[in-house]
């Protein structure tokens, strides 16, 4: 995917959709420059940390992006940041490197722009379970870096951040990475060595979310309820319960108490939960993502 006998034919597909960017960004060749922040990758989250890049201010003259797939790059280019057709030319022209690839694609990667890296270069991996020191080992550098774990509400600017950094990154560079974040959501900057476990507590946890809103809806529409209706319902509910968890100033367990009034409907509800112990449940599965968060782990 990335070898020497596709380069020439990326250079030709970059060519082709690099001019749409070229005449947005020397538009503004006369502003001065900040720090150049490239995305190896250009997916659903790259789109979304770079979407967040333009709204907080970033100039699309530094933010530069490199994909494989030219339809991705094309998409990139309709927002007006720069198109690179080689890794490795993305490397050397960037400050902060995004690695935004699938985990599986991460040697290859590696190795690919291995020979542009300096020590000076800050790379973010957002893959579960690539931790700083593998990254290093596959450039061969002790680069700055900062280990990044979001999860997929950040599309919406509703995302849920953690992340962690190397000791040799600069405040000014670590503060760059952490506003890229920011500006899609809250951050929280933890230790790497609960990286892999809060996985499961952020990363992987919308699907908890839309699996009990999924049966929530499902039971809904088995009593003659409208779908449009139980999903708008639902949806509603979930956002003012999360409202009132950050806001409320109850713990869990008090709102619960709150809602459960006694001899009453909603304390049947819970009965049934706890008899079937959905609590351990849902330690048991967040257990099990983190199992393999470390399996994965490199």
Not at 230 to 244: D, H, I, Q, R, Y
């Amino acid at each position: 995917m990335f070898g020497d006998d596709l380069k020439e034919a990326k250079k030709f597909m970059g060519n082709l959709v690099n001019g749409i960017s070229t005449g947005i960004s020397t538009g503004i060749s006369n502003i001065a420059e900040g720090k150049k922040i490239g995305f190896i990758g250009a997916g659903n989250m790259a789109t979304a940390i770079v979407k967040g890049l333009l709204k907080s201010g970033k100039l699309v003259s530094e933010i530069y992006v490199y994909d494989c797939n030219v339809r991705q790059l094309k998409k990139m280019a309709d927002m007006g940041v720069n198109i690179m057709y080689i890794s490795e030319e993305l490397v050397e022209k960037c400050d902060i490197i995004v690695l935004a690839v699938k985990p599986q694609n991460y040697d290859e990667v590696l190795e690919e722009i291995k020979p542009s890296v300096t020590d000076k270069k800050v790379f973010v991996t957002i893959a579960a379970g690539i931790s700083i020191e593998y990254v290093r080992k596959g450039l061969g550098a002790e680069c700055p870096m900062v280990r990044v774990m979001p999860n997929t509400p950040l599309l919406l600017g509703k995302g849920a951040t953690a992340m962690c950094r190397s000791d040799n990154i600069s405040d000014e560079d670590f503060e760059e990475v952490y506003d890229m974040f920011a500006n899609a959501g809250e951050v929280a900057v933890i230790p790497e060595e609960q990286m892999n476990a809060v996985i499961a507590v952020n990363g992987s946890s919308p699907a908890y979310v839309y699996l009990f809103a999924k049966a929530m809806i499902d039971y809904a529409v088995s009593v003659g309820i409208d779908k449009d209706v139980a999903l708008n319902l639902v949806s509603k509910t979930f956002e003012g319960s999360a409202a009132m968890l950050r806001s409320s100033g109850n713990t869990p367990d008090e709102l619960i108490e709150k809602v459960c009034s006694k001899g009453g409907t909603t304390i049947e509800a819970v009965k049934v939960l706890n008899d079937n112990n959905v609590s351990q449940i849902i330690a048991d599965a967040m257990a099990a993502c983190t199992k393999r968060a470390e399996e994965l782990g490199k």
